[in-house]
């Protein structure tokens, strides 16, 4: 579903670290936290921008943690009591409210993307890639999240991991491949 034309989007990304607890080392963080992460943001919500509502600009976060952070919001809010690879918790939720944002100077936040390091790091050594890329798999799988996309089922899940893959090419990354 590739736009015909991109219009830019401004995106106002506020990029968080929490490793309270974490064995992550820092210089791996350090190195994640030099990526490109806003303009990668911008370019995958001008290309998601049939899935935005309409809006002078838009604002996200992205947190990194470890697995003790994430379990304990994973237990918060989905009562599931352990680590997770990706949260997302969206701003909206269901069809969009017809807002008056595009007059307004605040952006429009979209939520927040919590991503845990260790199971990142885990799951890229499982599956041979680096953690850099599954950390950029899991934020683009969690931005899809904050626009409305689910996986309730096999079809949708396959549906939204391939936008995922799209997502990744858009920036110039391989996406992994899984067996």
């Given at each position: 579903?590739?736009?015909?034309?991109?219009?830019?989007?401004?995106?106002?990304?506020?990029?968080?670290?929490?490793?309270t607890?974490?064995?992550?080392?820092?210089?791996?963080?350090?190195?994640?936290?030099?990526?490109?992460?806003?303009?990668?943001?911008?370019?995958?919500?001008?290309?998601?921008?049939?899935?935005?509502?309409?809006?002078?600009?838009?604002?996200?976060?992205?947190?990194?943690t470890?697995?003790?952070?994430?379990q304990?919001?994973?237990?918060?809010?989905?009562?599931?009591?352990?680590?997770?690879?990706?949260?997302?918790?969206?701003?909206?939720?269901?069809?969009f409210?017809?807002?008056?944002?595009?007059?307004?100077?605040?952006?429009?936040?979209?939520?927040?993307?919590?991503?845990?390091?260790?199971?990142?790091?885990?799951?890229?050594?499982?599956?041979?890639?680096?953690?850099?890329?599954?950390?950029?798999?899991?934020?683009?799988?969690?931005?899809?999240?904050?626009?409305?996309?689910?996986?309730?089922?096999?079809?949708?899940?396959?549906?939204?991991?391939?936008?995922?893959?799209?997502?990744?090419?858009?920036?110039?990354?391989?996406?992994?491949?899984?067996?």
């Amino acid at each position: 579903m590739a736009p015909t034309s991109v219009n830019k989007i401004a995106v106002e990304l506020s990029l968080q670290t929490d490793l309270t607890g974490s064995a992550m080392a820092s210089s791996g963080v350090e190195e994640l936290l030099t990526n490109p992460w806003q303009g990668w943001c911008q370019r995958w919500l001008e290309y998601l921008a049939d899935c935005l509502p309409p809006a002078s600009s838009y604002e996200l976060t992205l947190l990194f943690t470890g697995d003790r952070r994430i379990q304990e919001l994973n237990r918060k809010f989905r009562h599931q009591d352990k680590p997770t690879d990706v949260l997302a918790f969206a701003a909206l939720e269901g069809d969009f409210p017809l807002i008056e944002s595009e007059e307004t100077e605040e952006p429009l936040y979209l939520g927040d993307i919590v991503i845990s390091l260790e199971r990142a790091d885990h799951q890229a050594r499982e599956r041979g890639h680096s953690a850099k890329l599954e950390v950029v798999w899991l934020t683009a799988h969690g931005l899809l999240h904050l626009l409305g996309w689910d996986h309730p089922d096999e079809a949708s899940l396959t549906t939204m991991l391939s936008e995922q893959s799209h997502l990744l090419t858009l920036i110039g990354q391989n996406p992994p491949l899984f067996t």
